[in-house]
């Protein structure tokens, strides 16, 4: 078992849940602050106005970074520092391009490769209130496509970017179930406009879209020089049949991973969506036109996997209800005989099982032609985390034994199966505001103390990536 000796491994997070400052150097209003302040939408009732401070701390992460040996670090640019109100017209603020230009320059002095995310969900307020943001099929591509050229112009030194961070979050949780924002939803009690059934597919098809420009952008016009790659972040847990023999148990584990990922990636790799959506979703999925088949297919340089849990599958009888997301199916913990996935952990959606992860690098691999892959994300929460004391909280064995587990499956899946993964980030590098679920939900190796001025404290987990890393690159 080991890993090619270039293999890059370090550890990632996102402007919004760690950077505060929310208001500094002419940073402008994303979606999350919109939602954030609308009461009964976080747990906590927090937002990400100060969260982590990393943006007043730039280089004591870096120096983090460092003392736990990583080698690259995935980060997010917030849109609303390089472009307040976020449109193509609109004016660019130059001291948001500083900032991230330093902290490039800073990470490659400590010798770390960044992996710069342009969209991490923190979507301008200003163009979500002007047209509808990720709903608008015309402005919206032509909008990111303008961004992403100003921080390609701005960063050259920069060899890995990703345009978007999860689109799934962004379509089916912001405009399906209404728990990210900018929370629409059918269900009338908890927001007065959305579409559950229709705005989700045409939030995902603009964001191809917007990909597919981004990445022409930066092959036409920078990668000849830069000679960086880039590519899209997609999210998708592992899928066991709940009854192996049952032949639609075992199809719908299949169909589940085309409603989470290949909605995203068959358009990406193949040109069109899977047929299990087109079945079910009709005309309510979106139509390429040949143009934007042009921009999508074939544009991704690499295949960023983000990846945290397994489910037992069971398909559902009848016929779907309109605002499906799923794929007409149950997603379980335990199977027909009663096996449980995985224990349980502070996120109601999380339970660790390993094996699930190679599995599903190999299931991507076949699928898409063995690509070049990099696991963006992968970590977990720890049951009752916040509640410990700090003693307890450094002492994180439980996530030691995660990290331990789901790299030697990814190592197996990369030296027994054959799966191109060049690199691996931790999610995350520190705790962070987890969005809906506010601070209570810790992914960090780093405790943050968030009551004694954000002072970072690393876990028992944060130093055992290095020595486990070591074992497993090989050295020539
Ligand atoms: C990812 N789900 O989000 C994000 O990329 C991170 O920003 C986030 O902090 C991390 O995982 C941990 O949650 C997800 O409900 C959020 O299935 C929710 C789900 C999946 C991924």
Known sequence: MSLPKDFLWGFATASYQIEGAAETDGRGPSIWDTFCAVPGKIADGSSGVVACDSYNRTSEDIGLLKSLGATAYRFSIAWTRIIPLGGRNDPINQKGIDHYVKFVDDLLAAGIQPFITLFHWDLPDGLDKRYGGLLNREEFPLDFEHYARTMFKAIPKCQHWITFNEPWCSSILGYNTGYFAPGHTSDRSRSAVGDSAREPWISGHNILVAHGRAVKAYRDDFKPLQGGEIGITLNGDATYPWDPEDPADVEACDRKIEFAISWFADPIYFGHYPESMLKQLGDRLPTFTAEEVALVKGSNDFYGMNHY??????????????????????????????????????????????????????????????????????????????????????????????????????????????????????????????????????????????VNDQKR????????????????????
């Open 309 to 450: 849990t397994a489910n037992y599958i069971k398909h559902k009888p009848g016929s779907p209800p309109e605002d499906d997301f799923l794929g007409h199916l149950e997603t379980l913990f335990y199977n027909k005989n009663g096996d449980c996935i995985g224990p349980e952990t502070q996120s109601f959606w999380l339970r660790p099982h390993a094996q699930g992860f190679r599995d599903l690098l190999g299931w991507l691999s076949r699928r898409y032609g063995n690509p070049k892959m990099y696991v963006t994300e992968n970590g977990t929460s720890l049951k009752g985390e916040n509640d410990m004391s700090l003693e307890k909280i450094v002492e994180d064995d439980f996530r030691v034994k995660y990290f331990d587990d789901y790299v030697r499956a990814m190592a197996k899946a990369v030296s027994e199966d054959g799966v191109d993964v060049r690199g691996y980030l931790a999610w995350s590098l520190m705790d962070n505001f987890e969005w809906a679920e506010g601070y209570e939900t810790r992914f960090g190796v780093t405790y943050v103390d968030y």
């Open 457 to 476: 404290h690393p876990k028992k987990s944060a130093k055992s990536l290095q020595p486990l890393f070591d074992t497993l690159i090989k050295k020539d």
